[in-house]
């Protein structure tokens, strides 16, 4: 199984999963998003396989989430996605995404959603 991890190192919960992930004997391909930011094509990718919306990839603290206009319920999630490829500190860190599953950890328990042996590590 491949599974795949949007993560920042300096973002504690971020280090959590990676260590869960492992854990369970799964070594997964790391993607520093803020290094090596997500094409926009990664991103539809992405949220085909979220078992959330959409909305809920965006980080709102510490990024310029207002000031893009992200706040707007009515936003389409192309323009969500378009707006994560421009501006990758908007993703809510940290990002799993199995061969059928996506979805941020955050907080870490909910890893074990798509990735149920995490929880037997």
């Not at 959590?16 to 930011?37: D, H, Q, S, W």
């Not at 950890?105 to 042996?117: D, G, S, V």
């Amino acid at each position: 199984m491949t599974v795949t991890l949007y993560h920042n190192p300096a973002c504690g919960t971020s280090r959590n999963v990676l260590a869960m992930i492992r854990a369970a004997g799964i070594e997964p391909v790391v993607v520093e998003y803020l290094k090596t930011p997500p094409t926009r094509a990664d991103l539809d990718v992405l949220a085909s396989r979220l078992v959330v919306p959409v909305r809920d990839l965006l980080r709102q603290r510490g990024t310029p989430y207002v000031e893009l206009g992200l706040d707007d319920p009515t936003l389409a999630d192309g323009d969500i996605l378009g707006a994560i490829a421009a501006h990758p500190v908007l993703l809510n860190r940290p990002v799993v995404m199995t061969g059928q599953a996506a979805r941020p950890c955050r907080p870490k328990e909910t890893l074990f959603e798509i990735l149920p042996q995490a929880r037997l590590a």
